[in-house]
């Protein structure tokens, strides 16, 4: 896929060769139908978290009652289902566009890569929401995403920012305008989180 321009926003994370343990997860949208796949995004979380949560020793993090295994466990779980459900409901429904979750472990941080291919259209109102997400305090803008969506009953983009503030994670996204098909972005969000 031949790429005419890049926009790069946050704490995008260019993915090194460097790290000795990764998985990584493809699907294909069209293969079965969105409503179908929402199991699967689940499924897919828990396996990444179970697989990763055993490089973790069980010993108990000070302050803590749970263990730093339980807590990878349960930290990869919650932001890969996430970003998994993100991928899945706003890529191009009538593509054969891979969606890919990658999970990459280093000394002290894991990092997260998701793959998708998105509309223009969506791409403008994301980069417009993360731009506002970048600029703005996330505690406070979660707070008033979290009272918008009992109104509304709603919660676009509280995912994101519960990411950004239970877990103090690093955000970044690219966007890359293709060729071919016209109109069509990939899109690659990483999230980096420390263990």
């Known amino acids: 896929?031949?790429?005419?321009?890049?926009?790069?926003?946050?704490?995008?994370?260019?993915?090194?060769?460097?790290?000795?343990?990764?998985?990584?997860?493809?699907?294909?949208?069209?293969?079965?139908?969105?409503?179908?796949?929402?199991?699967?995004?689940?499924?897919?979380?828990d396996f990444l978290g179970d697989y990763f949560a055993t490089f973790f020793p069980g010993d108990e993090i000070p302050g803590s009652?749970?263990?730093?295994q339980e807590t990878v466990k349960g930290s990869v779980s919650f932001i890969a289902n996430e970003l998994l459900e993100n991928a899945m409901k706003y890529s191009l429904?009538?593509?054969?566009?891979?969606?890919s979750i990658s999970l990459y472990m280093y000394?002290?941080?894991l990092v997260f890569v998701v793959t998708n291919h998105v509309s223009l259209?969506?791409?403008?109102n994301y980069q417009a929401y993360i731009k506002e997400l970048l600029s703005s305090d996330p505690d406070e803008m979660l707070t008033n995403r979290l009272m918008k969506a009992g109104l509304e009953n709603n919660s676009s983009g509280v995912g994101l920012l519960t990411i950004v503030n239970d877990y103090a994670a690093k955000l970044?996204?690219?966007?890359?305008?293709?060729?071919?098909?016209?109109?069509?972005?990939k899109l690659t969000i990483t999230i980096q989180l420390e263990v």
């Open 1 to 45: 896929m031949q790429v005419t321009s890049t926009k790069i926003f946050g704490d995008y994370y260019n993915q090194d060769s460097d790290s000795q343990e990764y998985l990584i997860i493809n699907f294909s949208p069209g293969y079965i139908p969105r409503n179908s796949r929402w199991r699967n995004n689940g499924i897919s979380a």
């Open 65 to 68: 009652k749970i263990g730093k």
């Open 93 to 99: 429904a009538d593509s054969n566009l891979p969606i």
């Open 107 to 109: 000394n002290e941080k």
């Open 121 to 124: 259209a969506t791409a403008e």
């Open 172 to 185: 970044g996204w690219k966007f890359e305008k293709l060729v071919h098909p016209i109109d069509v972005l």
